[in-house]
């Protein structure tokens, strides 16, 4: 929706700028898209005056003038035909942007004389097309702004234009009253009152109107007009066309422009008809289909059944609404219209606009919902500008149909409209913005005027009284707690556990997945799936027949496509829920990781080597850190079958297993496609026990000032034994004193069996003893280490090396 200023003013007594109209009417809700403001490119230009003016010495055509400023006397040379002593012009000095030339002038040499700048023509600064000659102005002092001068003689030509968009619940806005509406109602200037005098006719109309019956309750409830005989059709007037001109519009006749002016001004569009080319009466009914249009578009329109349409005795004339016909459009010619109003249901319009493809002004509107009160009234007042512009003399109104009945209610409840809009809003000033906007306050009951369709509820009606108070006066405030003293955290511990999960895969390298909770039925009985409790009814696709009984599946999947599209080195995690069954309780969180290839780039320094079950074992020993697992825990062989049995392990309390990590199974990998080596872990994220204790802290740091003591101890064992059985032994030799166990050196093969015999190996260990209370002596640390000595002994069978 395009207005100007005066425009506007024409409805709104308002002193406020344009930019402080544009400031409001975003606030209002009429968002501003554009503010073209012509006299912003002809602020620099000042009057001046031609003091003498003189032949150039070398042209023809070109005088030297002498010409007063407000900077002094210049001289500029200039070529108009009409540059002489004694005008007043229009000086661009330089420095200056011309906007028609597109320059920015300098003082230049023509033809050997100096000139400081020039003197402009309507063409050169954009006023109009005129290029004869600079401008001569009748008025005027040197130095004058040019801006000032125009804005008191010629105010069109810096009339400020404002670009708004509309909502298509404000069908009101689309028209320059209703946006003058509220600006009044926000207290920008008072809404200038709208006469409707009736027009008197002085003779029957020749053509009558009909409404099909089937289309007068819905479709087209009120349908006017009469006829104006002995018009002048021709030009409108410059002020008309100048409003036209500055929304966009090209001005057609002064008919034409009239019903345009209205379509912006007051939001009802309108259409006349030259009469001498309607025979017998205009009849609105459905189109049967088949019928063709030639509508003013210059386009032949081909109606469906069921499109409305204004026909007389020979055929369709217009497209009810959207758009008249070429054959009974107004011409210079014209000397006898029937001006028509009516109202026409928006659906209806709406569905024809969109079938026949045809964008209008006025299916705009009418799909938006016109004012339907306004129907008759706006006939009246385009009936007066007809004849005061064209002449002419009018007919007796001829209608068939009544004015729809839009009238309902909705109570106001002033307590509630401060609770939601969260404003201190008297509810004398909420009733005055209710009212000011068109509505009727009888007691608490507010009813809404015919032309705001859009309220519907009393929410609208609080809706309309923030929209006027402004949001922007709205003060943050906190929102009161619901109990006092700490808020307790929103996340439950589950959830933040899952975080935690996810934060530390990501800092370990691993990329997101997030895959379907469905997956095949082949797949999910590689991983213990696939059964009937998991089978879903109605599954999306053949792919997707059952929930996963893990997240390796869709890993897998994910590296496989991945590596069919050159990416070999992966590095994948999921966290999310795995499916034992179909009832509740037959569900838990897992968090997986997947690595498949080599664990770093090729470089010149020779750290690439494939990824192996002590990287996925580092892993995951890392996340179940981060959720707060224990340090000491057991490690067991008894895996699923989806894991390799020699390379994988459970990390687990007793019974309470914790995480599975390994290589994946071999016939794993060849049936999910995927290329190895592949090593992963899951982490069952429940089933790490939370802490017995609970506090808002961290404990306290634990740690000794006393002297560390490390001893090296080296065993000799059966190679069946495993080495973490022997640390575990170590370590429960004196539970206090022992901080770590870790092993470092390992004597397998041929030639260990040839010093400690057959199916025998060596396995070193370092022990660090941490006192608490004092330092070690010799023979407390020799105790400790025949505790050990033992404790290994027992376990594995295993005596010290000699």
Known sequence: MKFTLSWL?????????????????????????????????????????????????????????????????????????????????????????????????????????????????????????????????????????????????????VDPMIHIKITPNRPDALGVRGIARDLAARGLGTLKPLPVEPVKGTFPSPVGVRIDPALKDKGCPLFAGRTIRGVKNGPSPAWLQARLKAIGLRPISALVDITNFFTFALNRPLHVFDVARVKGDLRIHPAKGGEELLALDGKTYALREGMMVISDDQGPESLAGIMGGEHSGCTDDTTDVFLESAYWDPITIAATGRALKINSDARYRFERGVDPEFTLPGLELATRMVLDLCGGEPSEVVMDGAVPDTARAYRL??????????????????????????????????????????????????EEVARIASLTKLEGKPMRRARPGVPKPILTPMQMRERAARRMLAALGYNECVTYSFIDSASAALFGGGTEATRLENPISSEMTHMRPDLLPGLLQAAARNQARGFQDLALFEVGPAFAGGEPGEQEVQAAGLLVGASAPRDPYGSRRPVDVFDAKADAEAVLSALGAPAKVQISRKVAGWWHPGRSGVIGLGPNALCTFGEVHPKILRAMDVKGPAVAFTIHVARVPFPKVRTATRPALAISDLQAVERDFAFVVDASVEALTLVNAAQGADKALIDEVRVFDQFTGDKAEAQMGAGKKSLAITVRLQPRDKTLTDEEIEAVGTKIVEKVAKATGGSLRG
């Open 9 to 157: 003013k024409d409805h709104l007594d308002t002193t406020a700028s344009a930019e402080e109209i544009a400031e409001a009417l975003t606030d209002l809700g009429l968002e501003v898209e554009e503010i073209s403001n012509p006299a912003a490119r002809l602020s620099a230009f000042t009057l001046a005056k031609v003091l003498h003016a003189e032949q150039h010495l070398d042209a023809d055509r070109l005088r030297v003038c002498r010409v007063m400023t407000d900077e002094g006397e210049k001289q500029i040379v200039c070529g108009a035909p009409n540059a002489r002593a004694g005008i007043t012009v229009v000086l661009c000095k330089p420095g200056d942007y011309v906007p028609g030339i597109d320059v920015t002038l300098g003082v230049g040499k023509i033809r050997g004389v100096e000139s400081h700048g020039m003197m402009a023509s309507e063409r050169e600064l954009e006023l109009s097309d005129e290029h004869d000659g600079i401008i001569e102005l009748p008025s005027g002092e040197v130095g004058e702004r040019f801006t000032d001068w125009l804005a008191a003689n010629r105010p069109g030509a």
């Open 413 to 462: 409840d002033p307590a509630r409209v401060i609770s939601l809009v969260g404003m201190d809003i008297p509810e004398a000033t909420q009733r005055a913005t209710l009212e000011a906007l068109g509505f009727t306050l009888a007691g608490d009951m507010a009813t809404p005027p015919s032309w705001r369709p859009d309220v519907l509820g009393e929410a609208d009606l609080i």
